[in-house]
T-cell receptor, first 114, second 112 residues
């Protein structure tokens, strides 16, 4: 496809369950970002990859959150032992180059932790 | 602490009139700004950007104005169309632009 895709689109998890969210960026895009968007808020930065290197993970809220992009394309955001406060939309974005430029967002994964 | 603020949660405008969406920021290191549009159940879509070396950037019906001294930017949509009804987010970054800070969004309704 031409755009950023994310799966699953919706995920319901029981508190304490581990979840994995997938992002397929636009082919050839060097940079990949993960954001968390709580209800009524703007997206908040979680982490940034340049190819397979995770260059910034300062936005990850706790050590329960882990992201990887092992081959520099598909990325997975994993949340261990989910808590209710993890309920949010998780957005992935990719960018063609390393610096500046437009970030193209996927549709997001809506996570609900019960 | 919110570094990018959109103080108007919602705005209603008649079709054909001008829509003005405002955004304020606190970090003087921000030098690159973007506006995104978001429909329900979709990811944000890029609209227009501006760097701090400019004070205006225009793309069709969309114009972004930047006032660095006031740390304020605005998005003008002229003429407004019903299809413009969406939530608009402004975002800002500093230096290499690898971390973007988003406002909380303004929901625009264009009334036919």
């Amino acid at each position: 496809g031409a755009g950023v895709s994310q799966s699953p689109r919706y995920k319901v998890a029981k508190r304490g369950q581990d979840v994995a969210l997938r992002c397929d960026p636009i082919s050839g895009h060097v940079s990949l970002f993960w954001y968390q968007q709580a209800l009524g808020q703007g997206p908040e930065f979680l982490t940034y990859f340049q190819n397979e290197a995770q260059l910034d993970k300062s936005g990850l809220p706790s050590d329960r959150f882990f992201a990887e992009r092992p081959e520099g394309s598909v990325s997975t955001l994993k949340i261990q032992r989910t808590q209710q406060e993890d309920s949010a939309v998780y957005l992935c974005a990719s960018r063609l180059r390393r610096e500046r430029g437009t970030q193209y967002f996927g549709p997001g994964t809506r996570l609900l932790v019960l | 602490d919110q570094q990018v603020k959109q103080n108007s949660p919602s705005l209603s405008v008649q079709e054909g009139r001008i829509s003005i969406l405002n955004c304020d920021y606190t970090n003087s290191m921000f030098d690159y700004f973007l506006w995104y549009k978001k429909y329900p159940a979709e990811g944000p879509t890029f609209l227009i950007s501006i760097s701090s070396i400019k004070d205006k950037n225009e793309d069709g019906r969309f114009t972004v104005f930047l006032n660095k001294s006031a740390k304020h930017l605005s998005l003008h949509i002229v003429p407004s169309q019903p299809g413009d009804s969406a939530v608009y987010f402004c975002a800002a970054s500093a230096n290499t632009g690898n971390q973007f800070y988003f406002g909380t969004g303004t929901s625009l309704t264009v009334i036919p």
